[in-house]
């Protein structure tokens, strides 16, 4: 991922090598190429033209230390506005007051909700919580099985529908569950929902549903980073329809141009939590702005 955008954007900075001053010539021309790059990202218009107005008005104002020259200036100045469109210092997992907090994953089917759900399960034993996995998708086909398999290997809880009982009602399940986390003494209950291959409004009632039966702490909306400019409007719908209070990015490890993960976050205006690199439990990190921004960088 980010590849080529990490290509022109050393080009870009190469040519400035050498340069005694930047003139606002200078400044316009760099801040075009970047803007180029941006887009061919797939980086959502309204995220770039806000990079570009920044990075040129800190560009021309004489804020950055003489010590670097203009090539360095301009490095600081985008990496320090990258660390920013990723969503400056982050943040950390919310946890209720009064146990059991409630993580509720949402997003397109494929995103990777399945897959983080055992991710963060894991993650969360390893730091001694009590997690209870909710198989509340019962719209794809094995997703309880393959939640239950992701639930034996991180040696977490999962709580499903019985077999035999139908399709069941997910909205009824995830209730329940909350239930049973409390008479288990489950910390944390990680509910995972159906998506659908598009946006539609019988997912999205679904999803509201589930987040009205089980007052969630957190709305996770889960996206797959290699989808590139459909991100903004899924990231719209997901944010109007269910109301999100975090974002995980998932498949970073693809190839994508790597514009989804960068507009995510202006355009929900919720934090990244975490970021999904693999298909193994183990693929899984907590988001980091200035790494990302540094790896861009290269
Ligand atoms: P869901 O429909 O949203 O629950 O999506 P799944 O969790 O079933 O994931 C869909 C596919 O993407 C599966 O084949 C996963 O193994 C794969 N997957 C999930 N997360 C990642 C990731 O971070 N990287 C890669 N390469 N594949 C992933």
Redesign the pocket.
């Known amino acids: 991922m980010f590849d080529t955008l990490s290509d022109r954007l050393s080009g870009i900075f190469t040519k400035l090598r050498g340069k005694g001053r930047l003139t606002d010539a200078d400044i316009d021309a760099t801040a075009r190429e970047i803007r180029m790059a941006l887009l061919e990202a797939d980086v959502a218009l309204p995220v770039v033209k806000g990079f570009i107005a920044n990075v040129k008005e800190r560009a021309r104002s004489a804020e950055v230390s003489q010590a670097l020259n203009p090539a360095q200036q301009i490095i600081k100045i985008v990496n320090e506005e990258l660390i920013n469109v990723l969503g400056g210092e982050g943040r950390r997992l919310q946890f209720a007051k009064h146990p059991p907090t409630v993580i509720m994953?949402a997003?397109?089917?494929?995103?990777?909700?399945?897959?983080?759900?055992g991710k963060l399960a894991r993650w969360l034993k390893a730091q001694g919580h009590q997690p209870l996995l909710v198989a509340a998708?019962l719209q794809?086909p094995n997703?309880v099985g393959?939640l239950q398999v992701l639930g034996g290997r991180a040696g977490v809880e999962v709580y499903a529908p019985e077999p035999g009982n139908g399709v069941g009602n997910p909205v009824q399940v995830a209730r329940d569950s909350i239930e049973h986390a409390r008479r288990a003494a489950r910390d944390i209950v990680i509910v995972?929902t159906a998506?659908r291959l598009g946006i539609d409004t019988e997912m999205m009632q679904q999803a509201a549903d589930i987040r009205d039966a089980v007052q969630p702490d957190e709305v996770i909306f889960?996206i797959?980073a290699m989808v590139g400019q459909d991100a903004v409007r899924t990231a719209e719908a997901f944010r109007d329809g269910v109301g999100i209070s975090g974002v995980v990015l998932?498949?970073?490890?693809?190839d994508a141009r790597g514009g989804a993960a960068l507009s995510v976050r202006e355009v929900t205006g919720q934090p990244i939590l975490f970021a999904?690199?693999?298909?193994k439990l183990e693929?899984?990190d907590v988001f980091h702005p200035d790494r990302m921004a540094s790896r861009i960088l290269g």
């Not at 997003?107 to 759900?117: C, D, I, N, R, Y």
């Not at 999904?276 to 298909?279: K, N, P």
């Open positions: 994953l997003g397109l089917q494929g995103s990777g909700k399945t897959t983080l759900a998708d794809r997703a393959q995972d998506g889960v797959d998932s498949k970073l490890d693809g999904s690199t693999g298909e693929d899984f």
